[in-house]
């Protein structure tokens, strides 16, 4: 299989992405004390996949170089 490295990582982001993920929807107050509400956990999600979407990018950059 092509690119295994690429879909281990996909793999290990996804097993702590969902429950980061779960935490965050189920959750009413975050740790700062602020209430939440489907806006802000929208906004959470969103900063969640963005750092999950630069990870994977670097990964795949370091296969390539390699």
């Known amino acids: 299989m092509k690119h295994k ?6 793999g290990l982001l996804a097993l702590f992405a969902v429950p980061i993920a779960v935490m965050i929807l189920i959750r009413r107050v975050d740790g700062s004390g602020y209430v939440e509400t489907g ?5 959470a999600l969103a ?5 999950r979407t630069k990870i994977v ?6 296969m390539v170089v390699t």
């Not at 900063?47 to 750092?51: D, L, N, P, T």
């Open 39 to 43: 806006r802000s956990r929208l906004a």
């Open 5 to 10: 490295g690429i879909w281990l990582i996909n």
């Open 47 to 51: 900063r969640m996949s963005m750092v």
């Open 57 to 62: 990018r670097f990964c795949r950059m370091r």
